[in-house]
């Protein structure tokens, strides 16, 4: 089981706040709301629930006594004729706790308040009472900023156990949810006017008009959603077929051509066919580069095919004549 929570509005709060601030004294009086238990269901991975039960008390409204000590005397009995002169029409039920404000005191219940406090549990026959307690003081020495402190009390088997508060406008633990609030202890004219305009916003199970357009909107999606699912799956099983038929084609046509190479087949055959057709073309001597004379002759290969000095100097030297050789030779004799 959680430990209890109490809730109160920002509103109610600085209304407390600012009781204390406008008296010359200390301030008590009680508190109305609703107390409840509200079961929590978490899903998570390692367990399939986690059920919660949480008990929270909401603090709707307060309600201030005229003097200290006006419905119980010193000894911490409680007196139910001035209760219910506190309370006027407020219904007894609606009594959560009570509270009060001491200036510049530590947050710790008195013996008193603790005597009191079991005697209004008595009194208004409910075990879920809480006490808040409020404690200002100076923060600075010239008064000009004041501290507020407050806290919750509730009793477990006669002993008093600190409880959490948590005002609504300043942050709630459910970021993403709606929070419902009971309103039990409302104005008589905010009752007529939600009674008098309530059946233009709300259905008659109690949620807004719209809410029940979005809740429809969401079970066609989920419906759509369902049937794309469907599909999905219908198709990502196909594919899975045709990849295990593709894998087995493929395999198929590797052991074929294992095979086929492994026996030589008539493809391979005609490839060694058109081989030998291709070497013994190329090995006539029909395919052979020849040198040919002047005239068109082959050459044969036994003749030597060194160039002359004239051809490598690439012109040719003209013949001599007879006439000139004798000159030469009569120019290179001595003379006589």
């Known amino acids: 089981m959680a430990d209890p929570t109490v809730r109160v509005s920002g509103i109610v709060l600085s209304s407390l706040m600012f009781q204390h601030v406008n008296s010359d004294s200390d301030v008590e009086g009680l508190i109305l709301g609703e107390s409840k238990f509200e079961e929590q269901i978490t899903i998570s ?34 007196n139910v004729d001035a209760v219910k002169k506190i309370l006027a029409d407020n219904k007894k039920e609606d009594v ?13 219940m008195t013996f008193r308040e603790k005597i009191v406090h079991e005697k209004l549990k008595t009194c208004l ?33 006669r002993q008093f156990v600190n409880v959490p508060v948590l005002v609504n406008n300043l942050g709630l633990l459910e970021q993403l949810a709606y929070w419902k609030e009971s309103t039990s202890c409302s104005a008589a004219g905010y ?34 959603l369902q049937k794309a699912c469907r599909t999905l799956e219908e198709s990502e099983r196909l594919v899975e077929t045709l990849q295990s038929d593709v894998s087995t084609l493929r395999r198929k046509i590797v052991e074929k051509k294992k095979s086929s190479a492994g026996k030589g087949g008539p493809v391979d055959q005609r490839d060694q066919v058109l081989q030998q057709v291709f070497r013994s073309l190329l ?4 395919f052979h580069s020849h040198t040919l004379t002047l005239d068109s002759l082959p050459v044969p290969d036994s003749v030597s095919m060194t160039p002359s000095p004239e051809t490598r100097s690439g012109r040719k030297r003209p013949k001599e004549t007879p006439g000139g050789r004798d000159r030469k030779r009569r120019k290179s004799q001595p003379s006589e």
């Open 45 to 78: 991975d390692s367990q399939a629930d986690n059920i919660t039960i949480e008990e929270i008390y909401n603090v709707q409204k307060h309600i201030g006594c005229l003097k200290l000590n006006d419905f119980y005397n010193s000894v911490g009995d409680v």
């Open 96 to 108: 959560i706790g009570w509270y009060r404000q001491r200036r510049n005191s530590d947050q710790q």
């Open 125 to 157: 026959s409910n075990p879920h009472v809480i006490f808040v307690l409020l404690t200002p003081s100076r923060s600075s020495p010239t008064g000009s900023t004041h501290k507020m402190e407050y806290a919750a009390f509730i009793s477990r088997s």
């Open 191 to 224: 009752n007529l006017t939600m009674n008098t305009h309530s059946s233009k916003f709300f259905s008659s199970n109690g949620l807004l008009r719209e809410v029940n357009d979005v809740n429809s909107m969401n079970d066609s999606l989920q419906t759509e």
């Open 283 to 286: 090995c006539s001597p029909l």
